[in-house]
């Protein structure tokens, strides 16, 4: 039988890990797919929709709250706009934040009624960050606690095993074997810079949910879950110049001091008064730094931080990038 629901696709994984890396070769290797992109970022403070490749996608951004609790009538209320124009696009793709547990989101599509007889969950993508996964899955959490690293490999029905460049094979094949030790039934594709075969990710059928009441029988029923509350986010606007030598010293510093517990940093700011923005990404203690999409003609130049970690000093962050402004505007 013809099953004519739109697929959804979650993509999740830890922070960091390359979910938006994915997102943007999706849109761009199936462009001429229409694709309709929901995005959930942690912290009051949004990168993400700088980051994301500028397609003709239509991309619903959700940045006040956690796609798993507060926001996930949001959620629902953001598949129920779509699906009364359901004729203009042909799936969902769904971007958790890094901290996000995929359980109560993929829930969502079994609970209603309306989305179950239109929609179908086709795959939850899990990406994983062959660099820093162990010691997020070896991160002990008081009791009732949830370990997010962990749940999202535990549902993953595919897993991107990205960054392999930063990893020798006897640590990667480590890595595959912990994986497996705790979903033994994923499908593992490894890869650099998310190149894994779209064709093993889109559109494959994979999340059966007769699969997950025998391994969770309580899937459909219990949503309560409670995230670590020492790990936070500190987001930061300013306006003004960033003088880059001294943004170069503070955040080398800030990663080697503070990398065990800063898991997620980004950036986009308005450094030496360049044409283009200068982005930063740093995962634990490391950091990329590339040339940002030119600001837009006549918009004002705001610098954007966000940082996501365990015992986070707002005072700190704040003071320590004020530091670096070489020039504020009031
Ligand atoms: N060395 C290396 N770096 C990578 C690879 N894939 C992605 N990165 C870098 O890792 C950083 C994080 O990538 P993102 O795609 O933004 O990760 P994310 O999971 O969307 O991040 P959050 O949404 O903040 O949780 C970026 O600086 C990427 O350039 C890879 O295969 N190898």
């Keep these: 039988m013809n099953d004519y629901r739109i697929p959804v696709t979650v993509l999740t994984g830890f922070l960091g ?15 001429g797919r229409r694709i309709a992109v929901i995005e959930n970022e942690y912290g009051e403070v949004g990168i993400d929709d700088a980051l994301v490749y500028n397609s003709e996608e239509e991309v619903f951004e959700m ?3 956690c796609i798993c609790c507060t926001v996930r009538g949001d959620l629902i209320r953001i598949l ?12 969902i793709i769904i971007e958790t934040t890094g901290l996000a547990d995929p359980a109560p989101v993929a829930q969502t599509f079994f609970f209603d009624d309306e989305l179950r007889s239109a929609l179908r969950l086709d795959a939850i993508v899990t990406l994983v960050d062959a660099r820093h996964i162990l010691e997020h899955l070896d991160d002990a959490r008081p009791e009732g606690v ?32 912990r994986l497996l030790s705790i979903n033994a039934m994923v499908e593992i594709l490894p890869a650099t810079r998310a190149d894994a075969d779209l064709g093993r990710i889109l559109d494959v059928g994979a999340f059966d949910l007769d699969r997950v009441l025998e391994s969770e029988p309580g899937f459909l029923m219990d949503l309560e879950h409670e995230h670590d509350a020492t790990v936070t986010s500190v987001g ?27 898991f997620r940093s980004k950036g986009i700011l308005d450094v030496d008064a360049l044409p283009r923005p200068y982005v930063f990404q740093g995962v634990h203690m490391l950091l990329d730094a590339e040339d940002g999409r030119p600001w837009p003609e006549g918009q004002e130049r705001l610098n954007r931080l966000v940082f996501i970690g365990r015992n ?18 009031a």
């Design 17 to 31: 890990s390359c979910k938006t890396t994915l997102l943007n070769r999706i849109l761009t290797e199936e462009h």
């Design 63 to 65: 940045n006040n709250g």
């Design 80 to 91: 129920g706009t779509l699906l009364r124009r359901r004729e203009t696009f042909d799936r």
């Design 146 to 177: 949830e370990n997010e690293a962990l749940e999202q490999v535990a549902f993953a029905d595919r897993i991107v095993l990205n960054k392999t460049d930063l990893v020798t094979p006897t640590e990667l094949e480590r890595v595959r074997r």
């Design 236 to 262: 930061i606007e300013r306006r003004g110049v960033v003088d880059g030598d001294r943004l170069q010293v503070w955040l080398t510093d800030l990663l080697r001091e503070r990398g065990v517990d800063l």
């Design 312 to 329: 986070l000093d707002r005072a700190e962050l704040e003071a320590g990038f004020d530091a670096c402004l070489a020039r504020v505007v």
